[in-house]
C-alpha cells in the first residue's frame, strides 16, 4: 500500500538499509475515482447472500475520473467477524449488466485471498488498466462462507449481482439474481494520468440519490462530476459521494452519525482536498416527528448542529481540506417528519449560519436551488419526488448545474 502509512515505511526502510529513494522510483499519487459510506448492511439482503452459501457477488461502480492504475479498497468495517475473500476479479463492466470484459485477477501482498479482521479495511494490489471519468468497473468477489451481519452500503442505486459459487473469473454470471446494494466495496482508487486530488460530498439520501433510477447515474453528485470532467481546470478532481440515507449529523441511525463517519469517510481518502457537507434534514426532521417539542430543545438543536459544524472545519482544516457548507432544503409537508413552524424557523437560522457564520470556506445553496419562491419552506413542484423532502431527478441535475466549479479551482 502507498498511501501515507506506505510511503513513511518505505522511507523508514530506505534509511534503515541504506537505498536512495531516486526519481527513477515516484510514488505513486492515489485518488479515490469512487467511493461510498460503509455501514452495517441490509440484514435482509445480507441473508440472502448468507442463504447461498459459496457466492460470487459482482458489483458496477461509475467513475468520475481516471488514471493508468487501478486499485480496490475492501471494506469489513461494520463486521463482527474475520471476512475472507477467497477470489477477486476486476474487469470493465456496464450499468445493469453482469457481463464483463478484460478481465483481471485481483491479489493482496501477492495472494489470490485475503481476511479482513472486524473493522479492518485492506488494499488490493495495483493493476495497470487505463481509464477514464465516466467508465463503468466490475468488482467481483468470491465469499465461500459469506457473513450474516455484513458491511455494505444499501443505496447503491445500481443494480448488482450474485450467484452461486466461484465465477469470479466468468465473462457472464451464470444464473445471476439481481441484487441490490453494495458489498464489501469501499473505494476505486486511480493513479497516473491527471487525476490528483478528490472532493468528498458527504451527506444523507439527498446526496445518496434517492429518487433517482437506478444505473441512471443522475444524483446531483454525478452531474457535478460531469461538469468537473468536461472543465480544464478542475478536470484533475474525482467526486465521491459519501451519502448515506436517513443520516443524521448527531446521532446515529442509518448508519453512523456523520460526527462519527467524518473521520473514516473524508479524512482517511487520499488526497481529498475538499468536502462538501450536506446534511442536518433528517435532525430537524427527527426531533418533531413523534410530537412538537418545547423552543428551548429547537434551541439546543440549533446549538448542537452549530457546534457539530465548528468540529467537523477545525478537523478538515487540520488536514488540509477546504470545507464547504450547503444550506438544508426544505421539508415542510412531508409526511414522516411533520415539520412545524418552528422546524421552519430553526432550518432558517441554520441555513443563516452556513451562509454567513465564518464556518465554512465556501457555500453551496441549494435552499435556494430547489425551493419554491411561492412557499420558501417548501421544495418547487416541478422539482419535488412527490414526498415534499427528496428531489426527483430535474431537481438533482438543478442542484448539480448550480454548484459553481470556482469553489474548486475552475
Do not use: C
Not at 477470489?87 to 485475503?114: C, E, I, K, N, Y
Not at 465469499?143 to 459459487?165: D, E, F, Q
Amino acid at each position: 500500500m502507498t498511501g501515507r502509512y506506505g510511503r513513511a515505511a518505505l522511507l523508514l526502510a530506505a534509511l534503515a538499509g541504506g537505498t536512495a529513494l531516486s526519481a527513477q522510483t515516484p510514488m505513486a499519487r492515489w485518488v479515490p475515482a469512487w467511493g461510498s459510506a460503509q455501514m452495517v448492511a441490509t440484514a435482509a439482503d445480507a441473508e440472502r447472500i448468507a442463504a447461498i452459501g459459496p457466492v460470487t457477488i459482482r458489483q458496477v461502480v461509475h467513475l468520475s475520473a481516471g488514471g493508468t492504475r487501478v486499485r480496490v479498497r475492501l471494506s469489513n468495517v461494520a463486521g463482527d467477524a474475520a471476512l475472507r475473500i477467497d477470489a477477486a476479479a476486476l474487469a470493465r463492466g456496464a450499468p445493469g449488466s453482469a457481463t464483463v470484459r478484460d478481465g483481471a485477477p485481483l491479489t493482496f501482498a501477492g495472494a489470490r485471498t485475503t481476511v479482513i479482521p472486524p473493522g479492518a479495511e485492506v488494499y488490493s494490489d495495483p493493476l495497470p488498466l487505463a481509464t477514464r471519468a465516466g467508465d463503468d468497473l466490475a468488482i467481483s468477489l468470491f465469499l465461500a462462507k459469506p457473513p450474516i451481519r455484513h458491511t455494505g452500503h444499501p443505496g447503491a442505486r445500481a443494480t448488482n449481482y450474485v450467484t452461486a459459487g466461484d465465477h469470479v473469473a466468468a465473462a457472464t454470471l451464470p444464473d445471476a439474481q439481481a441484487i441490490g446494494g453494495w458489498w464489501d466495496l469501499a473505494d476505486v482508487e486511480v493513479s497516473g494520468g491527471k487525476t490528483d486530488a478528490a472532493i468528498v460530498a458527504i451527506g444523507d439520501s439527498i446526496t445518496d440519490g434517492r429518487g433517482v433510477r437506478d444505473n441512471a447515474n443522475t444524483r446531483w453528485t454525478d452531474v457535478l462530476a460531469r461538469r468537473l470532467g468536461g472543465n480544464a481546470r478542475t478536470a484533475h478532481l474525482a467526486l465521491v459521494n459519501a451519502g448515506i440515507g436517513g443520516n443524521h449529523i448527531l446521532t446515529d441511525g442509518l448508519g453512523p452519525s456523520l460526527l462519527a463517519r467524518f473521520d473514516r469517510d473524508v479524512i482517511a481518502r487520499p488526497n481529498v482536498r475538499y468536502a462538501v457537507v450536506f446534511e442536518g434534514v433528517n435532525d430537524l426532521g427527527g426531533l418533531t416527528r413523534e410530537a412538537p417539542v418545547d423552543p428551548v430543545s429547537q434551541r439546543a438543536l440549533y446549538d448542537s448542529i452549530a457546534a457539530a459544524f465548528r468540529e467537523l472545519a477545525a478537523r478538515a482544516h487540520a488536514h488540509g481540506i477546504t470545507l464547504i457548507g450547503a444550506t438544508i432544503t426544505p421539508l415542510v409537508g412531508n409526511d414522516y417528519y411533520h415539520a412545524t413552524p418552528p422546524t421552519e424557523a430553526t432550518r432558517q437560522r441554520l441555513n443563516t449560519l452556513i451562509r454567513s457564520g465564518g464556518i465554512f470556506d465556501a457555500v453551496i445553496d441549494f435552499d435556494a436551488v430547489v425551493r419554491d419562491p411561492a412557499h420558501p419552506d417548501r421544495l418547487l413542484p416541478a422539482y419535488d419526488i412527490g414526498d415534499h423532502l427528496h428531489p426527483n431527478e430535474a431537481g438533482y441535475r438543478a442542484m448539480g448545474d448550480a454548484v459553481a466549479l470556482r469553489l474548486f479551482g475552475g
